[in-house]
């Protein structure tokens, strides 16, 4: 990734993923082609289709209850949006499919996928909502002889936009692309919640997967286990974050990408693009949004298209990085892709300052990060806490 331009670190916080950066109209999105075999390789290995009916029972049981502001964007149906769309090619602009149906989409190989993108007028949101729901069977985090079942549930926006207060640095960033702090890049498909359940079918772990970082909580310590999670998504960002049941507005730090774990530990540790997340809850005006579950099938675009989902955005002919999104499925650097281990690098504590200590070795820039020392660090100390 070291050819990412300056600019386009400006444009990348808050709201983007790592993996919207700077988009070649004859190339794969570098990010998408760096995780594209070990995404496959887990998907075809661990994902769960179809889903067996005592699964499925659990994973609706389990369903996550999100609460949005009415001001904020609103979840859509991404059926809805893939039926109104037209699939165009990068090179030319030629449409190359109108309506596309996912089993078309998923015909197309990668370098074909890589080559599209998809465009569509903005969606009403419904009444009740579609959440998409996959579900994976791997290793247990502290057993590795342990199978354990991994339900991930993600909602999709229309448009998401930056956190609700951001750096004077990326400030700038926005304004010189003219960018909309409210439609930062359309289509919104990355927030997840995943759910891990043990061979007994106990709830053991929750991760929160926002664009640019996640986090993990345990029940019984993080929240009730006699409840489904109740979580709250952020004012314009849409990132989810566990509703504790405040009856004022809360804030969450929030980090271009996750080499900057440090801040959200300490609020000292602030790096030049950081950002806060304005959270209303059920107490804080915010209204839960009624949704239905949908099992996806493997290769479904909303999951897996290696294209964007929604247009690239230009400036003076240049790509900002304020693109659509691929499927999301491209979440995680290929060092923590698998969901034990992504979900191990999400247990951070804010103010742990042990767990800072341990980390900061392995803390650099994006491309000389240890991810795999950082691994070591979070699966030791949640193999302890889940242990005890």
Not at 82 to 89: C, E, F, I, T
Not at 166 to 189: P, Y
Request: charged share 20%.
């Amino acid at each position: 990734m070291a050819n990412k331009r300056v600019y386009f670190l400006l444009l990348f916080v808050m709201g983007l993923s790592v993996c919207e950066n700077a988009f070649s109209a004859t190339e794969c999105d570098e990010f998408v082609a760096w995780v594209h075999p070990v995404k496959k390789a887990y998907i075809q290995t661990h994902q769960v289709y179809p889903v067996p009916a005592d699964i499925q029972k659990l994973a609706v049981r389990f369903m996550p209850r999100i609460w949005v502001h009415p001001d904020s964007w609103q979840p859509i149906a991404f059926d809805q949006y893939l039926a109104q769309s037209r699939l165009v090619s990068h090179s030319d602009g030629r449409t190359l499919l109108e309506s596309p149906h996912p089993i078309d989409i998923a015909a197309m190989n990668f370098k074909e996928q890589c080559g599209t993108f998809l465009e569509a007028a903005e969606i009403k949101p419904a009444k009740t909502a579609p959440l998409y729901v996959q579900v994976f069977r791997d290793r247990s985090p502290v057993n590795p002889e342990e199978s354990w079942i991994y339900v991930k549930y993600n909602p999709v926006f229309d448009w998401s936009g930056l956190a609700s207060d951001i750096s004077r640095l990326a400030v700038v960033g926005a304004r010189l692309t003219g960018g909309d702090q409210k439609r930062w890049h359309r289509l919104d498909v990355h927030t997840a919640a995943i759910l891990a359940f043990d061979s007994k079918r106990r709830l053991r772990l929750l991760t929160l997967a926002q664009h640019n970082h996640q986090h993990t909580y345990i029940p019984g310590r993080d929240f009730p286990t006699d409840q489904v999670p109740m979580l709250a998504a952020a004012f314009q960002s849409n990132e989810l974050y566990l509703d504790r049941g405040e009856s004022v507005t809360v804030t969450h730090r929030v980090v271009p990408f996750f080499n900057d774990v440090s801040y959200l530990i300490d609020a000292d540790k602030k790096p030049w693009l950081w950002a806060t997340d304005l959270v209303y809850g059920r107490n804080a005006g915010a209204k839960e949004i009624e949704f239905y579950p949908v099992f996806l099938e493997p290769n479904h675009p909303l999951a897996d298209f290696a294209g964007l989902l929604a247009p690239p955005r230009k400036l003076l002919g240049i790509y900002t990085g304020r693109d659509g999104p691929p499927g999301y499925n491209y979440y995680a650097p290929p060092n923590y892709f698998s969901l034990p281990h992504f979900m191990a690098m999400g247990y951070w504590q804010a103010g742990n300052q042990d767990l800072l200590n341990e980390l900061t070795p392995f803390l650099k820039g994006l491309d000389d990060t240890d991810w795999d020392g950082m691994l070591s660090v979070f699966r030791k100390r949640l193999k302890a806490a889940l242990s005890n």
